[in-house]
C-alpha cells in the first residue's frame, strides 16, 4: 500500500492568494469594459456586480477615440521589428563576448560595460535623446526601434552569455575540424541550439517594447504615429479619465500581446524537453 501525500496546506493557500491576486485585477478590467457609466458605483457591491446588460459599445467606442488599427499596426511593427533584430544581433554580440571572455580579459572589461546599462534610468537619458534623435532625423519609429535595441542590449546579452554556459565548446571545435567558418558555425550550430534562449528574450523585449509609453512619447512626438499605448492617453483628460472605455481599450491591447507570450511560452517548454532528452 502506498502512502498517501499528506497535503501542503500553507503552499495551497499561498498559491490561492496569488491566483486571486493575479485574477482579480483582470475580472475587474473586465466588468468595467463592459459596463456603461451610469452602472459604475463607488460601493463594493455594485463594483463587483455584473453588467446590467452585456455590450461591446465600449469597445467599439474605444477602437474609434484610439484609432485602433492604425496604433495596433505601428505597435506590432514596432515590437516584430525590435525582436527580430533583438534576437539577431543581441545574440551574436552575447556569443562573441561568452567566448571571447574565456579567452582574453579584454572582453570581460566589454561585457561589464555593457551589462552596467541596465542600471542607467531612462529618466536621465530622455533629453540628450530627444535632441540627438531629432538632430539625426530619428524622430519616428525608426528611431524608436533603434533606442529599444540599444536599451535591451544590456539584459540580452546577459541571458545569451550565461546561456552558452551550457553549450559545449566541443561542438564548435568539431566544426572547425570539418573545415567550417566561424560565421557558418554560429548561424548552423549555435543559433538553433539557443532556440529557448531566443524565446525568453522575445517574450521580455516584447512585453517591455508593447507596454512601453515613454520612449514613444518623448521621440514620436508630433508625428502623429500613436502607440496603442500612446493612443490610450486619449481617454485621459484635465476633468477625468473615461475608465469604461479606457479599460475596453485596455483589454484589446492585451490580447495580442498575450497570444504571443503563450506562443512563446510554449516554445521555451518544447527547447527544454528537446534539450533534456537529447542530453
Known sequence: MQKKKKANWM???VLLLGTVTVFFPLYMAILIAFKQPSEMTNDVAGALAFPERWSLENFRQAMEVTDFWHSLGNSLLIT??????????????????GRGMAKKKSFRVIYLYIVSGM???????MM???KQTSQMGLGNRAGVILLYLVFYMPMNVLLYT?????IPEALEEAADIDGASAWKTYWQIIFPMMMPMHATVAIL??????????TPLVIMAGTGQNTLPLAQLN???QFGTNYNLAFASYIL????ILIFYVICQKQILNGVANGAVKG
Open 128 to 130: 540628450p535623446l530627444v
Open 11 to 13: 503552499l495551497t493557500i
Open 253 to 256: 491591447a492585451l490580447i495580442p
Open 119 to 125: 542600471f542607467v534610468p531612462f529618466s536621465i537619458l
Open 80 to 97: 516584430i521589428a525590435t525582436i527580430v533584430l533583438a534576437i539577431l544581433i543581441h545574440s551574436l554580440a552575447g556569443y562573441v563576448i
Open 205 to 214: 523585449t516584447a512585453l517591455g517594447t508593447w507596454n512601453d509609453v515613454m
Open 162 to 166: 550565461g546561456y552558452l554556459k551550457n
Open 235 to 237: 481617454f485621459q483628460t
